[in-house]
């Protein structure tokens, strides 16, 4: 039977029709495709606690929301959100901020490879890092609009607008440049400023202008870095706490565990003093004064580390009081020590202790133990150094097991220090002490 004949022009429609079909069938399979993949991005993280108003992406947020690369998270006035991410690392981020994950890459077989890049543009946000930072520090980068912030294993705490940023290293230590940054492999090869959390200082960055370190002293109380509270714990495995437990939490300047017991009182006037930086306060435990309630006209302040400023009188003449020659051996007056995991502070009290002088070196010893009562164990400060004409205690390089910084008094009677001594990565023993000339010293 002979082929029916088509005109040309329905031949032509069914051939285009045909070429349409086959053309709407892989536009069909590639957006199907896109979306699976879409659906199927790797989460670098999820929502662990959500109070108030909380976008992501446009979306209100809500507990074990995923994070992926890429994901904008944003706070109201009211919002607080708490972020763990895949290596467990955590963000907690505060009211009125806007943070970006514009790359976190994380592989358990290969750690040195991670790579973690965030951006705050606005708002504050405290940062613990987790095994992607500890692997690749230099694969860290959180900028802000006028610095990048670059990690050395820490605990920290940032704050910025559009014109400057400021940072405050709760454990750990941070470097930071002036201007933001995009790939870490340039960011760290221009001037940086370094900032550890035993200097008693924070950093500010403003715009067009280099790094500075500055006192907490200087510190409004109400400054986000001193209220950026209690994280939680980087125990991925921990339970979840309800929302008014979070907000406590976040909420909480310092958490005593166990208060440290009373110091030995002494019956004369203070020589040496110190006094807590703004937002150190002992939570149902002997109230010690801030530096600034402390602090009085003739004092000039001696030193730091991340809990303590050390006083004393000023003078033209630090040394008149005290011998040229000789060795003068002091008892322990006074301490207040504890072993610190973030910014919780546990207990642990000296147990012996011991402090020399010698002027015909101008050098001093000074040992100090004690058991700490978070892992129930025993610590050992051991320094050495020299004492300057100015009566300061200073350490010898190599020669101590921890950082001491101390005076002699103007008035020629006590001596004080300041002591940091680490013991891993994550806790530290922290300590104020304050000694007396012994009898016929």
Request: glycine share 8%.
């Amino acid at each position: 039977m002979p082929t029916p004949y088509l005109p040309l022009n329905i031949s032509m429609y069914i051939s285009a029709f045909s070429y349409s079909s086959r053309y709407l069938c892989w536009l069909g399979a590639t957006l199907l495709l896109l979306c699976l993949a879409t659906s199927l991005q790797a989460s670098v993280g999820h929502v662990q606690f959500v109070s108030g108003t909380v976008l992501i992406d446009g979306q209100q947020a809500h507990a074990k929301m995923p994070l992926k690369a890429g994901s904008q998270v944003e706070t109201g006035t009211n919002g607080m959100a708490h972020l763990r991410f895949v290596d467990n690392a955590f963000i907690s981020l505060r009211p009125n901020s806007r943070l970006t994950i514009d790359d976190y890459h994380y592989n358990p077989e290969d750690p040195v490879g991670s790579r973690v890049k965030l951006q705050l543009q606005h708002g504050t946000v405290r940062s613990i890092t987790g095994q992607a930072g500890e692997a690749n520090r230099s694969g860290f980068i959180m900028n802000t609009p006028v610095a990048a912030i670059g990690i050395r294993g820490t605990d920290f705490i940032a704050l910025t607008d559009q014109q400057v940023t400021q940072a405050r290293v709760v454990s750990g230590a941070i470097a930071i440049r002036e201007g933001s940054c995009s790939e870490s492999t340039d960011c760290w090869n221009t001037p940086l400023t370094a900032l550890d959390a035993t200097s008693g200082q924070f950093i500010e960055v403003r715009q067009g202008q280099p790094a500075l370190l500055k006192d907490l002293l200087l510190l409004p109380p109400g400054s986000p870095l001193l209220q950026a509270g209690t994280a939680a714990t980087t125990d991925a495995s921990a339970p979840e706490t309800t929302e008014p437990e979070r907000v406590a939490l976040d909420n909480m300047i310092l958490n005593v565990i166990k208060p440290t017991p009373p110091p030995p009182v002494y019956s004369g006037p203070a020589q040496v003093v110190w006094g807590r930086w703004h937002g150190s306060h002992v939570k149902d435990g002997p109230q010690t004064p801030s530096l600034s309630a402390a602090f009085e006209q003739h004092h000039e302040i001696i030193g730091r580390n991340n809990t303590f400023g050390l006083l004393r009188t000023r003078s033209e003449h630090p040394l008149a009081h005290w011998p040229t020659r000789g060795n003068v051996n002091f008892s322990l007056t006074a301490a207040e020590t504890y072993i610190r995991r973030g910014t919780q502070l546990f207990s642990a009290p000296i147990t012996r202790s011991n402090l020399n002088i010698n002027f015909n070196t101008s050098s001093f010893q000074t040992s100090l133990s004690g058991t700490e009562s978070l892992f129930n164990s025993t610590w050992k400060l051991q320094a050495q150094g020299s004492v300057n004409s100015n009566g300061f205690l200073i350490n010898s390089p190599g020669s101590t097991s921890g950082r001491v910084v101390g005076t002699l008094s103007t008035e020629g009677d006590q001596a004080g220090y300041l002591f940091t001594l680490p013991i891993d990565g994550y806790h530290l023993i922290e300590g104020a002490t304050l000694w007396t000339r012994q009898p016929g010293q």
